[in-house]
Structure formats: structure tokens, C-alpha cells
């Protein structure tokens, strides 16, 4: 079997040596062997390992590949194909979502979501159960001056209008492609002044990087099976 300096590598996949070493220490490939005088070097199995590694990170968080390389080291490769299988299905699930809260945009009559009726004003709960986020996330987005409450009379607690409620859903929808508060807040400015022309172009610039983080994804999954059956090759 071939073998490769760490440099060699490095230089191949364009990280540092540190990287790999890293990737080494974190447990997520083959245990490396060791020449006589006690320097590591590289196969072709870790060579594949580290390129399916770099493939994965382009379409997943750090966590799951991380979890799916350990997996695949212990010959848990059902369990690692279903991790990825899932992440493909919240990818769907986040596309349907912003096709959807387009469509409401572009609804004026903005009285329902899901096909729930919504109310004039609504708890923070009830708020965050339509967006499906955490309450602690709409505080902070208060806290940022993106959206504002009012408080109930009777109890103080927070109550959201429908049109807060809409600056929810957009958020919730653009937090992952919108990185700076400033943009969120003119692309919220836009939707009081119903420029509706540009949250449109925001929505359509959210769905284009889902189409490439899908695309990338099934690269990473590509170089996944192509590790799995070099794995099972070499240690089944």
C-alpha cells in the first residue's frame, strides 16, 4: 500500500499539517503507523480518510462529521449513513420552510401560517412553537432590536403582533445566510416599508445556498462511500 508524508497530504488537500494531526487526534481516521525511527506516515486509507473529511465539512457542521468519521472507525457504517441521511432530510425540511414563509411574504393578508389561524397578539411561546425556535432565541432578537413586544396588562409577559411575528419567521428562515444584524435589520426595514422586492431577492439568495449545500453534501457523501468500501475492504 502507498505511502505519504504528512506534507505530501497536506499539500494534496491544501490544509496544514496541523490540520491533519488534528483530525488525527480528534480519533477520526485509521490509527497511523509508524516507520523505525518512530515517524507517522500515511496510507491510501488515510489519505481517503482525510479527503472524505475535507469533502464532508464543505456540507456539514463540524459536530456531524466528526460523529460520522468516528462512527465509520468503528465500523458503525449503517449508523453513519443514517446521521448523513438526516441531515439530508433537514435540508429539505429548511428549503420547504423558506419556500413557504416566501409565499407568506408576498401574502398581504398575513393572518395565518401552516394552516393555523393566528391571533392578534400571542405569548412568546406561542410565538416561538409557529417559528419553531427557542424562546431564548426571540429575546435575543429583541435584544438586537429586530423585533419588539408589547407586554400583557394583566400578567407583564410579552406579546407579539402578527407583524412581529412575520419578522420572526423571516429571521428564523435568514439567520443562516444573513450574518450581520445591521443587514437583518434593513431587510427588516424593508418588510415595514413593504419593499417586498428585495426580501424576495434575500429569500431567493437563501434557497440558492441551500441548492449548493445540497450539492456539496452529496459530494461529501460521494467520497463517504467511497470510504466505507475502502474501510470494509481493508478491515472487514
Known sequence: MEAYSPKQIANALNV????LRRYEEQ???????????????????HFQAFTTIRALLKGYDIPVVYKVMRMIK?????????LVNEQQFQIQVEKQRVEEI????????FTQYKNVKLNECMSIGEAAKIAGVNTSAIRHWENE???NSKRNKENGYRIYSIPELRKILIISS?????????????????????KYDKIERSFQLALENLNNKLFLQLKGIAELMNYIHFYQELYS
Do not use: C
Open 16 to 19: 496544514s499539517t496541523t490540520t
Open 27 to 45: 480519533d477520526l481516521i485509521p490509527v497511523v503507523p509508524r516507520t523505525n525511527s518512530n515517524h507517522r506516515f500515511y496510507t491510501s486509507i
Open 74 to 82: 468503528s465500523s458503525r457504517f449503517e449508523e453513519a449513513l443514517w
Open 102 to 109: 416566501l409565499t407568506m411574504i408576498q401574502n398581504a393578508e
Open 145 to 147: 432590536g429586530l423585533v
Open 174 to 194: 435568514l439567520r443562516k445566510t444573513v450574518y450581520y444584524i445591521e443587514n437583518m435589520k434593513k431587510l427588516l426595514n424593508d418588510l415595514d416599508t413593504q
